[in-house]
């Protein structure tokens, strides 16, 4: 088969499909077989339109069998064409050629309800770091980014045993950007930081200004050393009060405590929280996807990355290979900017 490859790159609406419609009747009127073409596609309703309109044209040019051959053509999205050729290749490898596909509706349930065993083991030392870095306050919620870190993992080939290698390489890359923890000692910073805590609240509560930015500079402090004695601050906190301001008459009083939160980036506590949350998620995900991949198994269902890391081992048989690679004499790419890493593989 020909390696050459042609590029096609325009806007929206510029014809990119007439285009790919156009090399599918340009293959077919050279003498080539309408089986033999293979085009991905972005969206079903995409892949329909290449198929319609190439058939179109085809009937108009007076070739109803090549229009009628065409159907035969593996033409689809990405997963679809990837369930044709497992198809093709199923008996011949002991596996039912009919599956059944988790819609992509439904692969969020299928995770939850999989995955809940490993979600419910990990949930209570999430929950508490999490708070500490103030997820919930951002707006950011632990089990989503459990979910798309498994989703990360499994759209780029990545198998749950190597998953720690890759939180290494995230805990040292988050490391990287803060400074050396502190010689100090976390005792002595936090001690360092609610004794000036106190301090300011005890000053600036005598000293008669009764501005509002200050009061409200009072009611953070206060609400910081209760958090402060209860052990129970956050990282959150700190940022806070390391920009804390007051009125001009009372704002020098906060130097100690901002100088004091501002060494909460090279706080050994947050060294420690940031390694021990990044390994407790990527373990998380590293059983989630295997408790998954046993439940989908046991439900004898499949999901679209399942399909295309199939077809990636079933095409790295040479035999394999060689026998798509005879069957295919076009090989057509619609939107290839969405094409995941995993897909990358076949191009």
Known sequence: MSRRITLISAAAGAGKTYRLGTAVLDAVT????????????????AAAELLGRARNRLLVGDLPLQALNLMLARIGTVNAVFGRILADFALQNGRSPVVSVIPESA???????????????????????????GFFVAGVDWHTMLTELVAAARSNGILPEALGVSASR??????A??????PLGAAALDAELLAA???????????????????????????????????????????????????KASDPLLGPVRAAAAKHPAHP???????????????????????VQDYKRSQGLVDFV??????????????????????????LVDEFQDTSPIQCVFR
């Open 30 to 45: 050279a003498g080539g077989p309408p089986q033999s073409v293979l085009a991905t596609t972005f969206t079903n309703r």
């Open 107 to 133: 692969q969020a349930a299928v995770f939850r309800i999989a995955a809940d065993t490993c979600i419910q083991q990990h949930a209570p030392g999430l929950a508490t770091l999490t708070e500490r870095f």
């Open 170 to 175: 995230s805990i040292a890359g988050l490391l």
């Open 177 to 182: 950007a803060l400074p050396a923890e502190s």
């Open 197 to 247: 805590a106190k301090q300011a609240i005890a000053v600036i509560g005598n000293n008669g200004d009764a501005t509002k930015i200050t009061r409200d500079a009072l009611e953070v402090l206060e609400q910081a050393v209760g958090r402060l004695e209860r052990r129970t601050a956050t990282w959150g906190d700190c940022a806070r009060l390391s920009k804390l301001t007051a009125a």
């Open 269 to 291: 506590s947050l060294h420690e929280d940031i390694k021990t949350f990044v390994r407790t998620m990527f373990d998380a995900a590293a059983q989630s996807m295997r408790q």
């Open 306 to 331: 399942d399909q295309e890391a199939d077809a990636l081992a079933l095409l790295s048989d040479p035999v394999a290979a060689r026998r798509v690679a005879g069957e295919t004499k076009v090989l």
